[in-house]
């Protein structure tokens, strides 16, 4: 069976949860469209060799972040793997910041020198971007004991993808969170190929929201294409973490349009499986379609595009125009005096 047509039976669907209302449907459908556009420019971007090193787009994943992110609130604090663009938008990081970033550019986030899948924002409280498979969930794990810690109801959220769910540290993760009652919300982005490898092939765990049961992690599978049933669970999720009865373990059911990389061909899979989950799946024109059934005009919508479009080109043309890093910024960041 394709990967296009193994749709979760545990997973809980927007369908059958409380309908976001207009304002709220319009606001994830605005976010969930900007990074989509976002994304495509930086694909193009990479193209003409505007951004260099590795670069892993967010296309088709939109509704997870989105989701999870309308059921957070100002302090509750982020971290995820090198899939970080979606991310740092959804934060409510400067789109001219993010790709000035990708450029190489001094006006990035990083000051051009993170690249791809190391920006940061403590204003945002976004902790990266990390390149290494698995190990921001322990970065996570830390933040929600910080939060501990300092006696807030604050939580944290670690976003990890199904390949890196197997890793060591994640389960040493999972252990420690659930001992110290950590308010961290661990997010599996199962979009069913970790690379290139299906993850039917690569995880003896079918069911990876129930991976944190030998710690006692209560654990829900989602339909990640829905963006509904994505804010749904993590609401439940969070306010678990927030009311001090420790982690949660969600398991989002999604789907990459694009190779794991721009460098990723992606021919472990067919083109009809792509384009089946791009007709009947996908979460953009899932919210469209039911924001026109609410009565919003056609018309509404496409200003919404064009207003987004432009917000990506000028942020496209501001990082193109930016000044390259100084060279002296090589002996920045590098220790810090304590």
């Known amino acids: 069976m394709s990967a296009a047509r193994q749709q979760p039976a545990e997973a809980s669907r927007g369908s059958n949860q409380p309908p976001m209302s207009q304002d709220e449907l319009t606001r994830a459908y605005g976010d969930m469209l900007l990074i989509r556009r976002f994304e495509e420019r930086t ?3 990479y193209g003409m060799g505007l951004i260099g090193g590795f670069c892993h787009l967010y296309i088709g994943q939109e509704a997870i972040v989105v989701g999870v992110q309308m059921a957070l609130r100002q302090g509750d604090k982020i971290v995820t793997s090198y899939r970080d663009h979606g991310h740092m938008l959804a934060a409510g990081m400067d789109p001219k910041g993010v790709m000035a970033e990708l450029t190489g550019r001094a006006t990035g986030y990083s000051r051009g020198k ?4 190391h920006m940061f924002s403590k204003k945002e409280n976004f902790y990266g971007g990390h390149g290494i498979v698995g190990a921001q969930v ?4 830390g933040l929600a004991f910080a939060n501990k810690y300092r006696g807030t109801d604050e939580v ?16 040493e993760s999972f252990n420690l969170a659930a001992l110290q009652a950590l308010p961290c919300v661990f997010v599996i982005e199962n979009n069913q190929y970790g690379m290139g490898t299906s993850a039917a092939r690569s995880s003896a765990s079918k069911s990876l929201w129930r991976n944190g049961e030998p710690w006692g992690i209560p654990g829900r599978q989602v339909d990640g294409m829905d963006v509904v049933a994505v804010r749904e669970a993590a609401a439940a999720a969070v306010a678990h973490c927030r009311a001090g009865q420790g982690p949660y373990l969600l398991e989002m059911k999604t789907y990459r349009y694009r190779g794991h990389s721009m460098s990723d061909p992606a021919k472990y899979r067919t083109r009809e499986e792509v384009d089946q989950m791009r007709r009947e799946h996908d979460a953009i024109e899932a919210a469209r379609h039911a924001l026109l059934g609410m009565g919003v005009e056609e018309r509404v919508l496409k200003e919404t595009d064009d207003a987004i479009k432009r917000r990506v080109a000028e942020a496209a043309e501001f990082a193109q125009t930016s000044p390259e890093p100084d060279p002296a910024e090589l002996w920045t ?6």
Do not use: H, K, T
């Open 114 to 117: 993170g690249g791809s899948m």
């Open 156 to 171: 944290a959220v670690a976003y990890m993808g199904d390949g890196a769910s197997n890793q060591g540290q994640v389960f």
């Open 138 to 141: 322990s970065i996570g794990a």
């Open 43 to 45: 694909g193009q971007l």
């Open 333 to 338: 960041d590098v220790l810090v005096e304590v």
